[in-house]
Every structure is written in C-alpha cells, then in structure tokens.
C-alpha cells in the first residue's frame, strides 16, 4: 500500500461554547453557529478519522494501522502504544468560554477510565483583543481552600488570566487547571484521551435546560495546587528551519514558517509526522506522492516515508511527532 501524505474528513463537534470561527476562517464545512471543535486526526472510539485523499479515500485510520501498523507509526510507536494512534490533532472555537476544567495523569487515568492521561499544548490562532485563557491559579492554594471557593462559588479569584495572541503557545500538563477563553481560535495537540475532569461551567445549562455534568469530586485528587509559570512556550521563530516548540514523553512539536522549499530527510525519524497548517498553505510529498494543505487543514505522513519536501507557500506549520 503506497502511504502517501493522507489528509483527513474534519470531525465537527456541536458545543455550547461553540461558534462559527471554523468556517469564517478555517473554511470548515460546518451547519452549525455553535460548532466549537474540529477533530483533524482522531484514533479515539466512536471518532476515526477517514480518509479523505487521494487512492486510500474513505479509509479509516484504524484500518490503515491494522493493515501496515510500523509503516504508519513507526516501530517504536508501536512497541509504546500498540495499534493506537497516540495523539489527538483538533482546531478549537471558543465563541464563549470553555469550562474550568483539567485532565487526570497517565496513572489515574489508567486506574479509573483505563485511558491515556491527556497532556496537550495549544497553539493561538486567533484572538479577540482582550481574549485571555485560565491557566493554573494565581498562588499556591491548598485542597481545603479549593474546595472551600467551589462551595462558596469564589473558583474564579483563585485563577490564573493570560491574555493572548496569535503565536502564543501554552504546554499544559495533567493536573493543571484551565480554561480556553471567549475569543479564541486555537489549534490543540493532546495525547489520546476524552478524559476530561470540569469542574466549573458557570453555571450554563443545555438546550434541555440541564446543568452540564461537573465532576468536583474526581478532580480533587488529580490537581496540582501550586502556583506553577511553567505553561508559557518560548519558541525562536526562525524563518526557513525548523524551531523546536515543545518536546514532551507524547509528542514533539516544531515550528516551521518556510519562505520557500524545504526538504527533510525522514530515513532515521521512526515516528508518522502530522503537519498542521496554521497559516498560508503547502504541497507536502514523499516517496508516494503529495498533498496541498491549506491554513486549518492537516496532514498525516506516514513513518515509512525516507524523506519529505515541502513547497511553501508562505506557510506556516506546526510538525508533530512521537
């Protein structure tokens, strides 16, 4: 099976916090005004992402893995994670404010939802002025003191604000506490898990008049209370070469903004490479063939491939890895 650079059918997710950002300005096929998510490369159940290019068209991902595991992840992928695919590639639409929310570690997880953890970064594609995001708190706040702001509905003078704009970058580690706020557009890299821990949501109700489900009691044990400034990335913005981003057990991110062509050699890379499109547009190709993306679009180069050369069209990209 020739591996070509796959790309992706978005999965569009309806939220309550949702917008129209991802058709105004990442041209998603969306019918809805409270689209807030596009899920670009998803190995998680119930969500496979198909293909949506070329010869392999309409092939799930899980197929694709369980046909030629290696060559699509590569071998050391698959001694870690078997026949999962370990990340999960997504564009965010914030129209309002997401919930206070943080994700469990790799061993809580495990033990209560026999899941990954979910480490992810965040990458600002667009911001409102004034747009900020919720992460961590604003000092070190003990267990009784966080429960103590739930009861009294306080949570919010405990957090930390972070104003943002197109470029910011922010790691956020399990345990964390955070929130993306009203006004932004963002595109997030997180390993494979829908764990997710809210644990404030404003009070906001559903189309049925339900208060969403919180889960106060779960989170107590998987946050970090400290006062940590260890979210913000600092990144060299360097045009034409690839500037390292974030490098973390599940993936490595690098940051490219490319005037004209690049080529890489992949022959010793044993890992798939995802190329997100956060601005302009590129043609990708390997051994197999090529693929054009443009801003909000993504691809999937399989781990097989020797090599790779970008044709840059102004381009600005994030490369993933494992």
């Not at 997504?90 to 997880?109: E, G, R, T, Y």
């Not at 405990?158 to 706020?181: C, P, Q, R």
């Not at 390993?191 to 404030?200: H, K, L, P």
């Amino acid at each position: 099976m020739d591996l070509y650079p796959l790309k992706f059918r978005p999965i569009l997710k309806e939220r309550l916090w949702g917008g129209t950002k991802l058709k105004e300005v990442l041209g998603k096929p969306i019918e809805s005004d409270i689209t807030g998510e596009s899920w670009e490369l998803s190995g998680v159940k119930g969500d496979i992402s198909e293909v949506a290019n070329g010869p392999l068209e309409g092939t799930s991902l899980e197929d694709l893995i369980s046909k030629q595991p290696e060559a699509v992840l590569g071998k050391s992928v698959v001694e870690r994670f078997g026949n999962e695919f370990p990340i999960l590639i997504k564009f965010i639409d914030a129209k309002q404010d997401l919930s206070i929310q943080l994700h469990p570690n790799d061993k809580l997880a495990k033990e209560r939802h026999n899941s990954f953890g979910k480490t992810e970064m965040w990458y600002i594609m667009d911001a409102d002025p004034g747009a900020k995001l919720i992460v961590g708190f604003n000092k070190d706040v003990e267990k009784t003191e966080y429960i103590e702001s739930l009861e009294q509905g306080t949570l919010l003078d405990l957090m930390n604000y972070e104003e943002v704009e197109e470029g910011d970058t922010f790691f956020i580690n399990t345990g964390k506490i955070h929130a993306i706020g009203a006004g932004v557009l963002l595109a997030e890299i997180q390993q494979t898990s829908d764990v997710t821990y809210r644990v404030f949501d404003f009070n906001r109700k559903d189309k049925d008049g339900n208060l969403r489900e919180l889960h106060t009691g779960l989170a107590v044990d998987a946050i970090d209370y400290e006062k940590k400034d260890d979210f913000k990335v600092g990144y060299p913005n360097d045009k034409d070469t690839v500037n390292d981003m974030v490098d973390c057990p599940y993936f490595k991110t690098n940051f490219l903004e490319l005037t004209k062509n690049m080529e890489q050699d992949l022959s010793q890379r044993d890992s798939f490479t995802i190329y997100m499109c956060v601005g302009g547009g590129a043609t990708i190709t390997n051994d197999w063939g090529s693929a054009t993306i443009q801003k909000g679009e993504t691809a999937l180069l399989p781990a097989s491939s020797t090599f790779v050369e970008i044709e840059a069209k102004g381009a600005k990209l994030l490369e993933v890895t494992i």
